[in-house]
C-alpha cells in the first residue's frame, strides 16, 4: 500500500515537471506526424519523410536517393493535410481551454457554445453568395467566418446574462445550444436552396481536412498566428479570471479589456478553423480536460500544451478517418463527435455529482 502510494506520488511528479510535459507533448506531436504522412494506400518509409521534408520544404542541403512518387505523395499530397489537421486541432484545443478558464467551467467549448455554428454559417454563406472582398480574396472565407462566431460568442453571453445574472454554465450551454439550433435552421435554409455548391457545402459542415492542399494551409496560418499569440500573452490574466471577475479586478486585471480580448482572439481561431475545416467538434472539450487532469490547470503552461496535444490528436484522428474503412474516407468531424460526445457525459455527470456533494 505505501508502495502503491509512493509510485503515485512519483509519476505524478514526474508528469508535473515543466521539461517532461513540453518532451512528451512534442514527442507525440512529431511521431503522430510522421505516422499520418507515413501510413496511407502507399507505405512511405520514415526516414524518406525526413528527407523530403528537410530537401523540399526546408530546403536543406540533403542528398538523397527517394523515388519521384514518395516526393509527390508525401510533399504535394499528405504533408498539406497532415499540417492542416495539426492547425485545425491545435486552433480548436487552445480557444477551449481559453473559454473554459473565461468562462470557469470545463465544459465550455466552441462547439457546445455555439461559436462553431455562427463559424459554419459564415462560411455557408460566403460559398452559396460567392462572396470575395477585394484586395484580401481567398481571406474572405476565414474573415466571414471569425466575424459571425465572435457575435454568435457576443449574443449568447449577453441573452445567457439576461436570463441568468449568475452566468451558470448550465444557462451559457443552453443558450448556446438554443443559437445552434437557430443557426442550423439557416443553414439548411441555404442548403434546401443551393445548386451546384451543394456537395461542398454538405462536406464543409461534415468536417473534413482531406483534399484541401497548401492554399488551406496558407489561409489558416496567420489566423492561427494571430489569435495563438493573442490569448498566450494573457495566460496570467486567464489564472486570475478563472478565480472569479472581482477577484482578478483585486488583483489590477482590466476584466472589460481582457474578456473581449480573449473572446476575439478564440473566435478568430475557431472561425479560421471551421472555414477551412468545417464542423468539428469536441476537440475544444476533450483536449485542454485531459490536458488540465494531467498537467493542471495553470494556463501558462496548459494553452501551448492544449495546443500541441491538440494538434496531434487531431492529425490521428484524421488518419483513423482515412484508413478505419480504406478507401472510403470518413468526415473527421465524426470520428471527434463519437470521441467527445462520451466524454462530455462522463464530465457532465462528474460535475453533478461534486455539487451534490458540496450542497
Not at 183 to 212: H, K, N, P
Request: charged share 15%; with cysteine; net charge positive.
Amino acid at each position: 500500500m505505501v508502495q502503491e502510494h509512493w509510485l503515485k506520488r512519483f509519476i505524478r511528479s514526474f508528469l508535473m515537471n515543466n521539461a517532461i510535459k513540453y518532451s512528451v507533448a512534442v514527442a507525440l506531436l512529431i511521431s503522430a506526424t510522421l505516422i499520418a504522412i507515413s501510413i496511407g494506400t502507399v507505405s512511405v518509409p520514415i526516414i524518406d519523410i525526413v528527407k523530403i521534408i528537410g530537401r523540399e520544404g526546408l530546403h536543406l542541403p540533403i542528398g538523397y536517393d527517394v523515388e519521384e512518387k514518395y516526393i509527390s505523395i508525401v510533399y504535394d499530397i499528405r504533408l498539406p493535410r497532415v499540417l492542416l489537421a495539426g492547425f485545425v486541432g491545435a486552433s480548436l484545443a487552445i480557444s477551449g481551454a481559453a473559454f473554459q478558464g473565461l468562462l470557469r467551467n470545463p465544459l465550455a467549448e466552441p462547439y457546445l457554445l455555439g461559436v462553431s455554428s455562427g463559424a459554419s454559417l459564415g462560411a455557408v454563406a460566403t460559398i452559396f453568395f460567392g462572396l470575395s472582398l477585394p484586395v484580401i480574396g481567398n481571406y474572405t472565407l476565414p474573415l466571414f467566418s471569425i466575424c459571425c462566431a465572435f457575435l454568435t460568442m457576443v449574443f449568447v453571453l449577453y441573452f445567457a446574462k439576461k436570463i441568468d445574472q449568475a452566468m451558470r454554465v448550465e444557462t451559457i450551454i443552453l443558450t448556446g445550444i438554443i443559437f445552434s439550433s437557430f443557426l442550423a435552421s439557416f443553414i439548411s435554409l441555404i442548403i434546401a436552396l443551393t445548386g451546384d455548391e451543394l456537395q461542398q457545402i454538405i462536406g464543409w459542415l461534415l468536417g473534413s481536412v482531406s483534399m484541401r492542399g497548401w492554399r488551406y494551409v496558407v489561409i489558416i496560418l496567420p489566423f492561427f498566428i494571430i489569435g495563438s499569440l493573442l490569448l498566450m500573452v494573457n495566460t496570467k490574466e486567464l489564472n486570475a479570471l478563472s478565480l472569479g471577475e472581482e477577484r482578478a479586478q483585486h488583483l489590477g486585471v482590466d476584466v472589460a479589456r481582457k474578456r473581449l480580448l480573449i473572446l476575439i482572439a478564440g473566435s478568430t481561431l475557431t472561425g479560421a478553423a471551421v472555414a477551412v475545416s468545417g464542423m468539428i467538434g469536441f476537440v475544444g472539450l476533450v483536449i485542454p480536460h485531459l490536458v488540465r487532469k494531467l498537467w493542471g490547470p495553470d494556463h501558462v503552461h496548459l494553452l501551448p500544451l492544449s495546443m500541441l496535444i491538440g494538434a496531434a490528436f487531431l492529425i490521428l484522428t484524421d488518419l483513423v478517418s482515412r484508413t478505419v474503412i480504406s478507401p472510403q474516407v470518413l468526415p473527421v468531424g465524426v470520428i471527434t463527435a463519437l470521441i467527445g460526445a462520451p466524454v462530455f457525459a462522463v464530465i457532465l455527470l462528474r460535475q453533478k455529482r461534486e455539487s451534490r456533494g458540496e450542497g
